[in-house]
Every structure is written in structure tokens, then in C-alpha cells.
């Protein structure tokens, strides 16, 4: 218990270290440039202690709890046992894995449909097209692309590929798709990828991935266990370019009918 007092104490003290420079500058702002006192100092030096102590908690989780669970269960899902295949077997086909693929895609769907970030993102995105961008709708679309992404990041770890491979592929089909995408629906779509980047979904997804990297035989963690959240922010733009084409196809289909 006094270890662990000790590691909060010392995770406190660097949360507090990392947020003196954005204190500083919104108070230095504040003071010098605009030269306004800061409105209820008490309530703003509160919600710095809240917020330093929320960073501190939220880092001593991952360390307690996020990162050894995906590594256990990248690790469970890839014993000898688990896949059917002998213990000694040096070379073991991409197809063994399915169970992975599917966790990452599951992984992927539900931190995302609960991100906080995209939350906002998609309220806001259908309060000021007035409904015409339904939130669900654009929850579910960015759902699917990070599940999507991130089973093909699984696979791309087992298999060993490159990652500029699917990159740069997929920034191609981002690109191609943002030429024929209506124009409102482009700049939330880019957005999207990164909102899909937050608390909830990188600390499992990270984890996924380095533990994945360490079961898997011949892999590197520093090599093959990062880049999981690059297919997090580039599949999302893919589907929401897409569900807007989609949206917009039958849109002109159904008016194309009535007349």
C-alpha cells in the first residue's frame, strides 16, 4: 500500500509539472495581454486541481489496469492452446489469429461509440446542420471505420507487413473519396479521424498492440506494436466519406423517383 502511495504521489507531482506551462499561459495571457483579472480565481484554481488530479488518477490507471488487461488478453488469444496449433510450430498462418481480429474489431467499435470526443463532435455536428447529419448515424459510421482499422492494424502486426503500405493506400482512397464528397460533410469528416484519438480508445488500443506485438513470435514491440492508432484516425474519414456519398446517392435516387 505505501509503494503504491508513493507511485501516486510521484504520478501527482508530474501531472502538476505538466500542467504549470498551460496554467502559466492562460494566466500570463489573462494578466499581461489582456490585462483583465481572471473572473472567480478560487472556481479556476479548483478546476486546475481537478483536472491535475483526474490526469494523475487517469495514468495511474492505465499503468494499474488498461495496459497489463491488453496485454493479458493479446496474449491469451495467441497461446499454442488457444489457436489449436503445437507449441513448437516456427511458422503459424495469419488465419489462426481470427479471434484477434475480431477483438480488435469489437475493441475498436465500443471505445469509439463511447469516446467522449465523438460524442461531442457528432451533438454539435447535428445541432448546426439541423438534422440533416443524424449523431447516431455519424457515431456508427466512425465506429465501424476505427473497428475496421484497427483489425486490419492486428493483422498487419501478425502478418508483419509494412505500415506506410496501408497509409499511404488509404490517404490515397481518403483523397479520391474527398473529390467527389459533398463539401459539408468533408471537414467533419477529417475531424472525426481525430476525435477517435482520446482517452478512451488509445490507452486499449495501445495496449492491444504492444501486447500483441510481444506474444506474437518474430514481432518487435517498438517496431510492429505501435501504428494501431494511425488506422484509428485514418479508416474513420473513410466511412464518413463514404456514408455521406452513400446518404447523398440516395438522396438523388429517391428525389429522381418522385419525379
Avoid at 457528432?122 to 456508427?140: D, F, H, M
Avoid at 460533410?185 to 488509445?202: C, K, M, N, P
Wanted: hydrophobic fraction near 50%; proline fraction near 5%.
Amino acid at each position: 500500500m505505501t509503494e503504491w502511495l508513493l507511485h501516486l504521489a510521484q504520478t501527482l507531482l508530474e501531472a502538476c509539472r505538466d500542467m504549470l506551462p498551460i496554467a502559466g499561459i492562460i494566466i500570463g495571457f489573462q494578466l499581461l495581454v489582456i490585462r483583465k483579472p481572471i473572473t472567480n480565481p478560487k472556481k479556476t484554481l479548483i478546476g486546475f486541481i481537478y483536472v491535475t488530479l483526474g490526469i494523475a488518477l487517469f495514468l495511474e490507471g492505465l499503468e494499474l489496469a488498461l495496459f497489463p488487461l491488453g496485454k493479458l488478453m493479446a496474449t491469451q488469444l495467441t497461446t499454442p492452446e488457444f489457436l489449436n496449433i503445437s507449441a513448437d510450430q516456427q511458422t503459424i498462418p495469419w488465419q489462426a489469429y481470427k479471434w484477434i481480429y475480431v477483438f480488435a474489431a469489437s475493441i475498436g467499435f465500443a471505445t469509439t461509440f463511447a469516446e467522449p470526443s465523438l460524442l461531442a463532435v457528432s451533438y454539435k455536428a447535428e445541432e448546426i446542420s439541423g438534422g440533416v447529419i443524424q449523431s447516431l448515424g455519424l457515431r456508427i459510421a466512425v465506429s465501424i471505420g476505427v473497428a475496421f482499422g484497427i483489425a486490419l492494424g492486428t493483422f498487419r502486426i501478425v502478418t508483419g507487413t509494412e505500415l506506410y503500405f496501408y497509409i499511404i493506400s488509404g490517404y490515397v482512397v481518403v483523397l479520391i473519396q474527398t473529390l467527389f464528397a459533398p463539401k459539408m460533410i468533408i471537414g467533419l469528416a477529417y475531424d472525426s479521424g481525430g476525435v477517435t484519438t482520446s482517452t478512451v480508445t488509445v490507452p486499449l488500443v495501445t495496449a492491444l498492440g504492444l501486447g500483441l506485438a510481444q506474444a506474437v513470435p518474430g514481432r518487435n514491440p517498438l517496431i510492429d506494436g505501435f501504428g494501431l492508432i494511425a488506422f484509428a484516425s485514418l479508416f474513420p474519414i473513410i466511412t464518413v466519406l463514404g456514408y455521406s456519398q452513400l446518404a447523398q446517392w440516395l438522396n438523388k435516387r429517391n428525389l429522381s423517383s418522385k419525379q
